[in-house]
């Protein structure tokens, strides 16, 4: 056989090589079968919140245009087109504003779909906020203050927190922040909703309190007045800014068995920015960024003198100054600075957040 016929072989080889992957490839891509039975699958969790991604899922969905929609609580209509996604087999959309207990049903080409045989109806379970993880830290005694610092830490004395604490997990995020003041004052100079809320004042953090018991249908803790003068309420089962003792008595370490760099974002580690919650580890209690990352706003006035004439059982700090207590160190301190004990007070200061607690 010639070199020309080999080169001729070769070609209608490749050729008809090119025209079987072509034709593979054609019926790959058929279109999907649309004429089937519509149905949607049984959400794994009808637990959401407002701003929330509820995902739904099936076959036979329809695909987004005017025909297809959803409808909450038989009045309000969200147009395929205007979900996040809409295909045949999944459909996405942000959870509106919705009462507590309310319902959904899909509409694809005009159609009602059924989701049993008795009901259209998806039951939804609507909460105002995202879960809230928290501890309970139960009552007990304890040694405040440190020899190791500076004056106002001293001297170190006994002090008994009588009550039950349920105290958050972490700082208050973002993400919180932002759904129960708003996006547009969120102060935190680096926005994102797994970092902690940062750059507020203490009127604000107070302030915050009250609006997220209020979201909750919690007794608000504080009263303030037109000028700021803010007065607590013992009793209210309100979320709250912890007091100096609170937050030193639910901070502390294993001092057996603690890396700060394991358990704080500071200078060493951080890069001199908040980071998100919840990475590192938690303290002994469960909770998580109580040393570094931001401070976190107290109730205390602060007075440098307070500890030699503290009370010996729920210390509220003291009866005037000028300042509040702020605690815990932050993202740009360096290891000294980022201790149990150590107190802060300068105001503004823009890495202060907040970890509210409430009566157990």
Sequence with gaps: MTKKNNITKIYKQSILCLFIILLVACSESKPVDTTGVTQ???LENPNTYYSDTLTIYGQFLGKADTTSYLVFNDTLKILSLDCLHWTESKISVIVPKLPKSSTLYIVVNEAKINITKETYYIELNVEPLPEIQT????????????????????????VTISKDLLVMATE???RIYNLVISEEENPSLIKSNELPVYNISWIEAVKFCNEISKLLSLQ???????DNYVLW???ANGWRLPTEAEWEF???????NFDLKENAWFSTNSGLRPQECAILKPNIAGLYDCLGNVNEWCWDLYDANYYSVSPLVNPKGAKTGTNRVMRGGCCNDGKAFVRIQKRSTTEPMPFVG???????
């Excluded at 501890?135 to 006994?158: A, R, Y």
């Excluded at 639910?250 to 057996?256: E, L, P, R, S, V």
């Design 233 to 235: 309420d013992t009793t």
């Design 220 to 226: 608000p803790a504080y009263e303030i007045t037109q």
């Design 250 to 256: 639910f901070a502390q370490i294993d001092t057996n």
């Design 172 to 174: 208050v995020n973002q």
């Design 354 to 360: 907040m970890r509210l607690v409430r009566n157990e």
């Design 40 to 42: 949607v699958y049984p």
């Design 135 to 158: 501890v309970i830290v139960k009552s007990g005694t304890f040694e405040m203050g440190g020899t190791f610092g500076f004056q106002d830490e001293l001297p170190i004395h006994k």
